[in-house]
């Protein structure tokens, strides 16, 4: 149980640092819409093909991405299994609705009568 | 402020929300109509929303950036699509470049929000409409922290249950 627990945590330490990066949650995005290849990928940031190619390997590792190779191309998927449920991405909507009507609730609590326009 | 009912529809990527509110029509309507109360609750906490467009015209276009804690900027937009003033709007929501030009490669979102008054209250109902899985994916996290926090929480939770 408490190997379980462990193996988990360090699962979730892989997928937050993962995502901890801006170029990294961009490749996954951009490869949940469909296949990329490396090299495909590394044209789009500004930086080395050998550094993309290090952030593509976080990813991998992390689980968030799949990589297979054709030809000399290797090709980087998202993870649909691990990031994509349609469910679960409509109760993260809702978290994010309800956050804005909380502070739509502020705004109509500090300002009852609203601008005179 | 009470949100009465949420309901989602995973088939059809839509999620309508109704909200009760202690205003008038015309109060509720400013949270939209007036840009600098919209900029107050659009973005995420920590990041603030700044519309450098925002008119309210079918056809127009409002252009807007959140801009986060560490003074990165995300651009957006929105298009008009109808408008009955205080009743009614539907707007499409899209995602700009670094140089706040839309970019059409990324999805956009249909959103259709009305207002009605019942027993002096307004009910706010909004919906959101989403092409594919992957668009409202890209939606939900693209600048949207409260989405993204929610996003890892929901990976660590898988990741520990295949553990």
Partial sequence: ?117 | MTVTNVHKDPDALTMTMTVELDASVERAWQLWADPRQLERWWGPPGYPATFVDHDFTPGARANYFMTSPEGEKFHGWWEVLAVDAPRRLEVMDGFSDDTGTPNHDMPAGRMVVTLDERDGKTVMEITSYFTSPEAMQQLIEMGQEEGMVLALGQIEAILAGSA
Avoid: C
């Avoid at chain 1, 937050?16 to 995005?29: K, M, P, Q, S, W």
């Avoid at chain 1, 090299?39 to 080395?48: D, G, Q, T, V, W």
């Fill in chain 1, 1 to 117: 149980m408490v190997v379980g627990l462990r193996a988990a945590d360090e699962r979730a330490d892989r997928v937050f640092h993962a995502l901890a990066d801006g170029t990294r949650r961009d490749i996954v995005v951009r490869t949940l819409e469909g296949e990329h290849s490396v090299s495909a990928l590394a044209r789009r940031y500004p930086m080395s093909f050998a550094a993309v190619q290090k952030h593509v390997a976080v990813l991998e590792e992390a689980g968030l991405v799949t990589k297979r190779r054709k030809g000399r191309e290797q090709l980087v998927r998202g993870n649909v299994d691990t990031i994509r449920r349609a469910s679960q991405m409509l109760d993260q909507l809702e978290a994010v609705w309800r956050g804005r009507i909380d502070r739509m609730g502020e705004i109509l609590a500090d300002d009852p009568n609203g601008a005179t326009r």
